[in-house]
């Protein structure tokens, strides 16, 4: 079955520094998404994407986030300086076309560790 | 905005018992959809069962269904003859009608089986 994947399972990043997180939607999937999940916290919507363009994003999402599709197969997420309140599970997401089932697939995600 | 209500942090049932997670939302929307989402240890997102809230009828995946009250905008996971695999984090989560439209999360609910 096909499945969303992210890497790497595990990033460290020391403070001030630039991360960026790697997706890879499902293939025939046309909408993607970052959510992220502080622990013991709810899962919070950061941005959508679609027609390689942003279509919606959250407060949270500020001039420090971006997101890519570089190559027509990757979907990347990048944080151009880590705070550490960045530390947290980012999950992606994908979805098909708005005719299917209006399922969004998630990743196993990015668990960020800001020091 | 639309808001999504998990008002039990935490539940247990005995194994091959049933149990009902609840959840409330709020929008003044006529077009969503609704689900439940599964987060075992692995912190991978998992879809339990989704509802269209034009269709009356409760959803139903094998052990898992739904009860949804539009009027009263709830939204529960009856799990049937719970097994150890189903323990997990639940989270409910609303969708807008719209194209691409973004997941609202609750805060989820942490289901022990017990043995």
């Known amino acids: 079955e096909p499945e969303v994947t992210q890497t790497p399972s595990h990033q460290v990043t020391q403070m001030g520094q630039e991360v960026i997180l790697r997706c890879v939607p499902i293939?025939?999937?046309?909408?993607f998404y970052w959510y992220r999940q502080i622990l013991g916290q709810k899962v919070e919507f950061l941005v959508s994407?679609?027609?390689?363009?942003?279509?919606?994003k959250s407060e949270i999402f500020d001039d420090q986030f971006s997101v890519e599709r570089p190559d027509g197969s990757n979907f990347t997420l990048k944080i151009r300086s880590t705070k550490l309140e960045d530390s947290a599970m980012y999950f992606c997401?994908?979805?098909?076309?708005?005719?299917?089932?209006?399922?969004?697939?998630f990743g196993a995600g990015t668990r960020l560790s800001v020091l | 905005a639309q808001t999504v209500t998990q008002s039990q942090p935490e539940m247990s049932v005995q194994e091959a018992e049933t149990v009902t997670l609840s959840c409330t939302y709020d929008?003044?929307?006529?077009?969503?959809?609704l689900f439940w989402y599964k987060q075992p240890p692995s912190r991978q997102m998992i879809l339990v069962i989704r509802?269209?809230?034009?269709?009356?009828q409760n959803a139903t995946e094998n052990r898992f269904s739904v009860n949804f009250q539009k009027a009263a905008k709830s939204f529960s996971l009856k799990i049937s003859d719970s097994q150890l695999g189903d323990a997990a984090m639940y989270f409910c989560?609303?969708?807008?009608?719209?194209?691409?439209?973004?997941?609202?999360f609750g805060e989820g609910t942490q289901l022990t089986v017990n043995p």
């Open positions: 997401a994908s979805r098909s076309d708005p005719v299917a089932k209006n399922i969004q697939y």
């Open positions: 293939s025939n999937h046309l909408y």
């Open positions: 994407f679609y027609n390689n363009e942003i279509s919606e």
């Open positions: 929008t003044s929307e006529s077009d969503y959809y």
């Open positions: 509802q269209e809230a034009y269709k009356q």
């Open positions: 989560a609303y969708r807008s009608g719209g194209e691409g439209s973004r997941l609202t």
